[in-house]
Each structure stands twice: as C-alpha cells, then as structure tokens.
C-alpha cells in the first residue's frame, strides 16, 4: 500500500496528552458544578435523523449540517431527473437521512419528547459532548467542537435563571476567569419594537443592535434602514441602543419606555425579579442589563443570557436562555424551559491567553521506576505494584536501557519521581527517589514515600 | 411546521442518567486503571479523511464505513458517465471525501505519525471515544458505541504485553467481574500452520479455528475443508485445536510440534516469558493460553490477547494484541506496539445480568429543599448556598408547589434527603431533615447535617 501522508479534515483538531489535561480541566470543572445544582447527565447519538435537524437553524444551518450518506446502493432509488439536472440540493434528501447533530438543544428536545414518560419534572439535564458544523473553519470556529449544556425543562419559575446565573459565577469563578454576564429579555426587546412603531420588524431590529460592539451604531443604523425599519424608529432607538448606567437605572428608564407594551412589561417585570433574587445572594461577578443583547437564536422567549470575559476580547464564552415552545415541534407543546451553554474551547483560549491554567494536573504519572534488567526488574514490578495499590500512577521502563534514556524519558513526560531500586537497594530493602523538580536524591523505605503522598 | 414523532436512527441509543451514571462507572473505573499504568489521553475528531480509513479493515469493512457527503454542490464534479450507470461504489469517492471512524487504532496510528515529533516515545496513550459502524443493528451490536482503548508504542519489550494482563485482571477485579485472559501468539499460529504443512494457508486455518466455539469442531474441519486445506493437514490439526491441561502441558506439546519452525519457536519463546513473567505477579483471574484463540484483525503479529466473562455467555468483553508495523502505513515504518480495548458494552450487559452495579453513584442529587415561597424561599436560597460550598450536591424545588407535589419529585428522582426550612425553622435557626430512605425525620442545625458528611 501506497504511503499516505497523514493529516485530519480541515476545523477538526487532534488533542496531545497535555491539551487533553487542560481541556478536561474545564470539562470537570463546568460538570461540578451542574451537578451540585442538581443537574443529571444525558447522552444522544452522534447521528440523528436528518428530519430532526432540518429547519431547526434558520436558513443557513441546514446548510451547515454535515449529512450521511446512505449505506450500500445509495443510488438505486434516486430520480433520474435530478440526477441529470445534478441538483445536489434535491438529491440529497434521497441519498442522505441521516446527519451529524448541531448543537445539543434539538437533540434535548427530541430526547425529552420521546422519553417524557420515563422523565422525572421539571427535568435538568446536563449535556456534554461535541457537535459538528459545515462553518468555514478560522480562528476559534471549529467544525467538530464540544458543548457544554445545562437545560431546565417543565418550570417556568424565574428562580431556575437565577440558579443558572449563579451557576455561571460559581464555574468562572473557581476556573479564576472575571466575567461580565449580561442579560436581557426578548419581552423587553418585543415591547421596544412596540414602542418604536415596529413591531413586526422585532427580528431585523433585534440582529441589527446585537451586532453593536462589531460594527458600530452607525453600521447598526445603517442596517436597520437597509431593512426598511423607518427613520424615525431609528431615531427613537437611538437613547436606548446607547442607554448607560446601574441596573436599576435602566429599570427605572424601561418602565416608561415600556408603559404601553403588556409584553414589554411582562419582560420587564421578569428582569426585575431575577435581578431582586441576586441582589440577596452573593454574586462574585458583574451582572449587566443588556439592552442590546439578542443572540442568534430564534427560539428565545423570555430571559437571554451571555457571558463575555472581563479582560480578554473574545466572542462570549457562555450563552443561553429561556424559550417556552421547543419541544412543541416534536409534540409536545407548551413545555418552557431555560438553558445555558458553556463554549468551552473559547475559555480554554481565556485560560491560555490569561496563563490561567493550573501546572499540574491528576492525569500526570507520578512515579517512573528505573529498569536494570534481571533481578532487579522482577523487584521493581513488587514496588510497582506496592505503588499502584496505594493509588499512585507508576510506570517500570520497559527496558534495561542506558540510565541517561531513562531519565530523559522521565524528563521529557514531565514525571516528578524517579526511583531507583538496584542491586544495593534491593539488599537494604529501601529505594533511591530523585525529584525530578528540585534535582534533590533521598534514600528511604517504599513505605515512607508511600506516605509522604496520602498526607 | 408539521409535528414529527421523535426517534433517533436505528442502531443508536439515548441514555438517561441513570444508564449514564452506570457507563460512567464503567468508564471511570477502567480509566483511573489506564492512568494507574501511565497511560496518557488522547482524543482524535470523529471525522477522518476516507483515505485514512479506507483500505484498513479487510472488504467488508469499507462497506461498513459510514461517509460524510460533502458540503455544497457536492456533484458539480461527478463524471457523467457514473451518474448515468448509477454507479454508488464508484460515485462515492467523488461525492464524499470524509468518514467517521471505525475504531480508535488506525486514528491512534494516524496520530502517532502525524505528531512522531512532539511525542515522547514509548508513547502509552488511552483513548474513549465512540466509533461508527454501520452493521446491521442487533442485540448487544450497535451502530454507535464506545471504545476504551490502551497502546504502547515503539518498544518491543513483553514487560508491556505483561503489563496489560494486570491491567486487565485489575480493572475486572474492581468491576467484581470473574474473566478468563486468554493468551495466544500469532507467530505460534504460523509455527502451526508449519507444521501441518500448510503455512501459506495461515490466515484460513485460523479463522476457521477462530469459530470453534460457535460452529464446533465439525463446522471448523469443514470450513478448512472448503477453504482447500489438504484432508493430512486437518488431519494434524485436531490435537492441537483439542488440547487441553494446564499453561506448563500446552508449552510443553508446543514445543515438540514447533521444532522445525524458527517463527513457531520465537512465539512460543514469547509466550514462556510473559507467563513466567505473570507467576512472578499476583493475577486474580485466570490467564489461559488458547491455540484457537486468532481474532478477526490482521495486523496482529505476536501476543495475542481475549477476555471472556467466567460467568455469563457472551462474546469477548475485552481484546487486544501486538502489532509489530501499524504506522507503516502512514510512512514510520518498523515501530512496534501493543495495545487492548475494552468492549464497554459487553461489560455493560455483564454487569447488568450479574446485578453488580453499585447501588449508589456520586452523581446524585443528595438534597431537595421544599419551596415555600416568600421570605422562607429567599432564607432557602441562603441554606442552598451553605450546602453546595460544602460540595453537597443540592436544589430547592423551583416553585411553591403542594407539598405532596415537592416530595414526589424527590421520591421520583431518588433525592435521599429532603429538608424542610419553613417558617418555625427559620425563627429557631434549625432545619428539619426527612431520610427518605428510612423514613426518620430529625431536627438540626445546618452545620450538624453538613457535618455529618464530611465525616
């Protein structure tokens, strides 16, 4: 067989031992915490069918699923006609049902659904692994990526937002990340284009204001007029695109902005009580009213989330929200829930950028045994063993290579420990330790060392 | 949008977090092994380039890849001519450039040639990941499923082969699964073949062989038979495929039928060393040198490794073996490696059919707190956060619902305690603790309940 030079499809990522320990890192921190909320885990399949995923992402994301194609004869029930036109976008309803998930909140839809019966609710389910997008692969944007989820469903409580707000400062906080984590309401959004006289136009006006911070108010307006929201509007826009201060203050301000909007109000009414419920409880971060937070996503309907680092400029690093119909497409209507999503390769870009992550990890082996052959190597599998039952990741050389070899290996993988058990050791029945840190060597029993570590 | 009933493709499975909680023990207990031996993760993206894939699994196994249809205008490249033919076989490669894998060891290869310059070699790394395969769904075989994969590559020491029988023989004593490790050396295999004189008919005789368990060994002698192996040959072959006795009978028989093969002797050289290697070592469960034991893989080309459940029938749980120029293919020829995967699954099925799941895991909700509502609700929220900074995994009911209501769900989600902080516990400062497991109530301060955990 031909020699084939290796390398992996253009956004997918190999991780070595140390991006593993780093990125798992963030992954037992975030999953910690979801669990001492009380969140339970769930798994669903790589693949789903393609009738679940089409239409869930507007008109772009069906374009972004990566599809199956069918096993065996894939062709023999195809239409002649489209395969003479080549219409690939026809064909490939007959040639592919199946596709890679997109994200992890159909799936959960789809899964609450078709299990609801076996479900305890409100159910709370925490979702962690990875998703799969056509996207034109660049910095940060992946095309395989992991999610990090947790979703509330079966409540429409407000305390669940809060309980996630402060589920997000307990994960930033010990990950030592300051954050800002923003917030705001698709009632509140709703009322303001009632207010400004476009009501309709809630989406355009929305999409526009959610791209301030990369294109500007004067690209924010220009976009509003090219969607044909009136001049006017746009004028009245304007003080609450650019309104500033405390919490409280924009309270104050919305409650006339919003005085004739019942579903303004009800949103308003919404942040109030969530930001009441925090103002009791301890909040290590900065919480911010938002005005002009939207979010990609169509399927929001009350409180929305993001969290953008304090001191790095990065897209936001966690998203979410409320939304009262998803599982209505599956059949079951008028279920609310509320979710977050962590982006765990942005903050793993965080913690690089920052050096924030920490030096050691409990994936590392801890001890190398140095292997002398014969005798000795029979003896070193004893203490090997001695090691392993007392829960300390070892390894023997597995030759009687050259010592310099040995150390090399044990200074190229980072191993703290070596221990020497030779000959003379072996007759005194104590081992030789080298830390490899300090450069300091100790002669002493198996059962001191042993000790040293369950302190 | 028209309501779909949900449902997921055939051969993939939903897991809920009771099933989670169980794959997670599995998961757990066979990691905290590999990293017990020094093994180090790695992950690869669950897309591959097909040319990576192709070609490696024997001719059933292109046929079982599942392949990702590329984005966009996929046939705008097509050859007319296989279009017209409606050729699926040939139009593939034109169509579809990427593929989820099929196992973890030709991605591990892959990886290991791709990155030679940044790995310390010998390179121990493990891997748990799914894979993808599209056989036709049955019991116990699915589409979708995970592998638990360890490899050592780039030293031909048997201290590794060694290794991973303790490794196996650890990871089941932790499950409380009673297995059999079987042992057998594809160059003994080739010794055979020799020996009956037909050695360039290896790969028939042991694929034959390889079934005796399930056709017998009428069905075996015939399938050799059809294969074209001399009736002398087969002849030959019985006492060897019957053999039975002790570890010490086998190599003793083995040595006189391989006198006159180098290869059959070097096998069997390979085999001594790594049993008496084991006598040396405490080995809970039994080690078994099998002659008939071959696996479907072909690039096997020494030891030869099949775990089989003592107590339950069921295919093999757990298999592996040496493999002497698997990066070959990826241009690092001559780099030898070793390596097992546990068949999480299979575990999963024994475990369930012996009922040794532990009855309790860490991931459980441990407390509910009763929502009152009001002030009482606000003090439990303060209680909330006392409890889970002390690592007690805990949530408040989100709504004042009926007290009925509120215990039902901590019935239902297996919550073990309920407390009750209501009005007359607020004013004493003491909470009232429900075992729901007992069924005792008693009354406490926090810090006594919280104390009773950490004790």
Known sequence: MAVQKPSIPKGTRDFNPTEMARRNYIFDTIKKHFKRYGFSAIETPAMENLSTLLGKYGEEGDKLLFKILNSGDFLSNVSDPYLAEKNSQKLTSQISEKGLRYDLTVPFARFVVQHRNELVFPFKRYQIQPVWRADRPQKGRYREFYQCDADMIGSDSLLNEVELVQMIDDVFSELNISVIIKLNNRKILSGIAEFVGEADKIVDITVAIDKLDKIGLEGVNREMLEKGISAE???????????????????????????????????????????????????????????TLARGLNYYTGTIFEVKAAQVQIGSITGGGRYDNLTGIFGMPDVSGVGISFGADRIYDVLHETNAFPSTTNDDVTVLLVNFGGDEELYCLGLLRELRNAGINSELYPENAKMKKQMKYADDKKIPFVIVAGDEEMKNGHIAVKNMTTGEQKTMSMQEFIQSFTQ
């Open 233 to 291: 509007a746009i004028e009245k826009l304007q003080p609450i695109i650019l309104l500033q201060g405390s919490n409280s203050y924009k309270l104050v301000q919305l409650k006339t902005i919003l005085e004739t909007s019942t579903t303004g109000l009800q949103g308003l009414d919404e942040m109030n009580t969530i930001l009441r419920y925090l103002e009791h409880l301890k909040v290590n971060n900065e919480v911010e009213l938002d005005l």
